[in-house]
């Protein structure tokens, strides 16, 4: 039961097992790909169409105050 669930992560670790290891790495290390040196390194490589978005970026809403009566 628990191997049906990692059979995709399997099967993209045999087929590109550099490009698996690489976006491992980089999202464990939680690289930007909107950010050099990555940024350059795809540019390289020809992928110059990627949509990156950042779900930790801050919107300026921080802890607010309140008042109980």
């Known amino acids: 039961m628990f191997l049906d669930e990692l ?11 550099l490009a698996f290891a690489g976006g491992l790495i980089s999202g ?3 690289l930007q790909l909107s950010e ?4 350059s390194w795809l ?5 110059t169409d990627f ?4 779900e930790t970026t ?3 809403s ?4 309140i008042s109980i009566d």
């Open 7 to 17: 059979q995709p992560v399997f099967k993209e670790l045999i087929q590109q097992p």
């Open 28 to 30: 464990a290390l939680k």
């Open 36 to 39: 050099d040196p990555l940024k």
């Open 51 to 54: 949509n990156y978005a950042d």
């Open 43 to 47: 540019q390289e490589q020809g992928m």
């Open 58 to 60: 801050d919107n300026g």
């Open 62 to 65: 921080g802890p607010q105050t």
